[in-house]
């Protein structure tokens, strides 16, 4: 695990959280970024990729969340959001990452960024969806 792609990700969620909060382009959020942020170590290549394809498939990543739920997906917090979203997409769509990677990025950017006690619910959501979409691998870590 890199940091420059730990960084591309907590960029992201930030990127993520203004595009869900704002309805700006993609486009002028990212190049804001760029711009305002010290990108200099951040995997810009995974930056452009989460922030463009996650909106690209949100209702289908989202899908995946809502079954997992236990309150309105509205009543989430929207960094939270992001941060679950961010996960799905690694899950579904990056299975060169492993299951146990993504969850523990997304709960590390939740302690950052989210609420108190927001990174439980976030890895509670992720590890629910992992069994979903991941489930030989999961398999196989609970067996060795």
Known sequence: ?????????????QALYMWEMSNINLSD????????????TVDL?????LLHQIPAHVDEIDDHIHGLL???FEEIDPV???????????????PDIPYRV?????????????????????NSILDGVA??????????????
């Open 1 to 13: 695990m890199s940091k420059a792609r730990s960084l591309a990700r907590k960029r992201a969620v």
């Open 80 to 94: 939270e959001r992001a941060i679950m979203r961010l996960g799905v997409y690694e899950l579904q769509y990056r």
């Open 45 to 49: 290549k995974y930056f452009h990729e």
């Open 29 to 40: 959020i990212d190049q804001q970024f760029v711009l305002e942020h010290d990108m200099t």
């Open 102 to 122: 993504v969850i523990n990025e997304a709960v590390e950017i939740a302690k950052t960024f989210g609420a108190e006690d927001g990174y439980k619910y976030v």
């Open 131 to 144: 069994k979903k979409l991941r489930a030989v691998e999961v398999k196989a870590k609970k067996s060795s």
């Open 70 to 72: 236990d309150r309105a």
